[in-house]
Structure formats: C-alpha cells, structure tokens
Nanobody, 123 residues
Framework: QVQLVESGGGLVQARGSLRLSCAAS????????MAWFRQAPGKEREFVAA????????AYADSVKGRFTISRDNAKNTVYLEMNSLKPEDTAVYYC????????????????WGQGTQVTVSS
C-alpha cells in the first residue's frame, strides 16, 4: 500500500512562490504517474499537474501553465510542485496522487492520495 505525505503549504501573498513536496512510501512503490490536484471550498477537486515516473514527461492544467512546475526525485520517492506568480484563485487544499497504470487526468483515475496541504494566497 502506498502512503503519500504532502508538505510545504502555507500562507503567501499574491505573486509569491511556494514549493510543495509529496513523499511516498510503500513496500513496492513504483507508480506509473504522480500528480497534484487541488480543491477549493465549494468546488470539485481539479487536476493541476502530472508527471510520468519513468521518463518525466509532464502535463499541466491551462490555469497553471507557465507558473507551476512539477518534478520528481526517483531516488527519494518524492514529487514536487513549484508554484510561482501565485494568485488568490490558487487558494485550495493541494493533494498528491499516484497511480500504477495509464489513464486520464480526472481524480477518479488515481488510486492513492495524500491527506492534502492548505495553500492560501492573499491579495
């Protein structure tokens, strides 16, 4: 069973930066993809970014392209989300997710989730 633990959230002013981390553990951790999702109050959970564990190809939601960067450290079983030029509308709980097979970018396509970390961007 995979366990995912996010860290790095907090309060930041608009146009500021944050770096989220997601540390994974498990007896046989070998995901196909890892991803970040976010959920704002009263809204559905939405895709932010994903990275192929082998090869490192990435995908981003249009709303974060050019501002956020997803990366991974295979040796540390850790995925990161570097967030720059943050906006108040980026305020949400950010979740790390993993899956062991190819699929779409909806939340239902990912089987393992962290507990989430709050990101609040003040204007």
């Amino acid at each position: 069973q995979v366990q995912l633990v996010e860290s790095g959230g907090g309060l930041v002013q608009a146009r500021g930066s944050l770096r989220l981390s997601c540390a994974a553990s498990g007896r046989t951790f070998s995901p196909y993809d890892m991803a970040w999702f976010r959920q704002a109050p009263g809204k559905e959970r939405e895709f932010v970014a994903a990275i192929r564990w082998s090869g490192g190809s990435t995908a981003y939601a249009d709303s974060v392209k050019g501002r956020f960067t997803i990366s991974r450290d295979n040796a540390k079983n850790t995925v990161y989300l570097e967030m720059n030029s943050l906006k108040p509308e980026d305020t949400a709980v950010y979740y790390c997710a993993a899956r062991n097979k190819r699929g779409g970018l909806g939340p239902a396509e990912f089987g393992s989730w962290g507990q989430g970390t709050q990101v609040t961007v003040s204007s």
